[in-house]
Structures are given as C-alpha cells and as structure tokens.
C-alpha cells in the first residue's frame, strides 16, 4: 500500500523558516520527478516545486530564490526549505509526483502570521 507522509509544519511569523519533510512507502521515489503542492482554503491545489529524478530543480515564481526543493532516493524522502515565508505562504503542503499519480497523504499545515 502506498503512502506519503508530510510533516514539518506549524506557526511562523513572517520571515521565519520551515523545512517540511515527505516520506514514503509502499512505493520508490527513484525514477519519480517529484513535486511539493500546496492548497490554501478556497483555492487549487498548486505545484510550487519539483524536482526532477536527476535532480534538477524548477519553481513557481511566487516562492522562487525563498523555496528549496531535495530528495534523498535512499531513505525515500522529499524536502522543502522554506525560508522568507509570506502570509501568503499559508496553506497546506502536499508531496506526490509531478503527475500527482499516488495517492495524496494528509498533508501538514503551515501558518504564517503577519
């Protein structure tokens, strides 16, 4: 059975940092280009970045030079630093391909206060 794992979420003010985790099972990352979502309340889902399976990176503009996308193939799991964090930021955070073809995990909120 397949399942993605986020965590690392919480309360920041504006301009603090997160870093969210991603973790896997039941499935391999290797050979995936892998992406972190995010879905604010009343909005889509959107893909704020990826990360290729050889580990090239590309980003939304809203979050590009403030997000950093990683991958670590061996252990499974997906990173998102994320520094300068924005009210806007506020949302909850998703892991899955960039085809978005696994099953979605719960997600972990991130709260950023002005």
């Known amino acids: 059975q397949v399942e993605l794992v986020e965590s690392g979420g919480g309360l920041v003010q504006a301009g603090g940092s997160l870093r969210l985790s991603c973790a896997a099972s039941g499935t391999m990352f290797s050979g995936n280009d892998m992406g972190w979502y995010r879905q604010a309340p009343g909005k889509q889902r959107e893909l704020v970045a990826l990360i290729t399976d050889v580990g090239n990176t590309n980003y939304a503009d809203s979050v590009k030079g403030r997000f950093t996308i990683s991958r670590y193939n061996a252990k499974n799991t997906l990173y998102l630093q994320m520094n300068m964090l924005k009210p806007e930021d506020t949302a909850v955070y998703y892991c899955?391909?960039?085809?978005?073809?696994?099953?979605w995990g719960q997600g972990t909120q991130v709260t950023v206060s002005s």
């Open positions: 899955n391909t960039a085809l978005r073809s696994l099953p």
